[in-house]
């Protein structure tokens, strides 16, 4: 599930073909975009990556919480 964000829906899309590259149909992948509010389970991850993007001591504190950092931006 993804947070929707309405006009930035379509950039989650073009992230996840982007990273999966040509694999990206056969993958199985199944993800839906949701308002956060509908699915407490996105309150979760919204906590953590508000916390990873503050920095600081709000990073030290989230950090036991997450795996893998992997930069999804594109060039």
């Given at each position: 599930m993804f947070d929707s964000r309405?006009?930035?829906?379509?950039?989650?899309l073009l992230t996840i073909r982007t990273t999966l590259g040509k694999?990206?149909?056969?993958?199985?992948?199944?993800?839906e975009h949701l308002p956060s509010e509908n699915d407490p389970l996105l309150w979760i991850p919204d906590i953590v990556a508000w916390c990873y993007g503050a920095g600081g001591d709000?990073?030290?504190r989230v950090r036991p919480l997450m795996g893998n950092v992997i930069d999804t931006r594109l060039p």
């Open positions: 309405e006009v930035r829906d379509d950039h989650d694999s990206s149909w056969g993958t199985g992948l199944f993800y709000w990073l030290r």
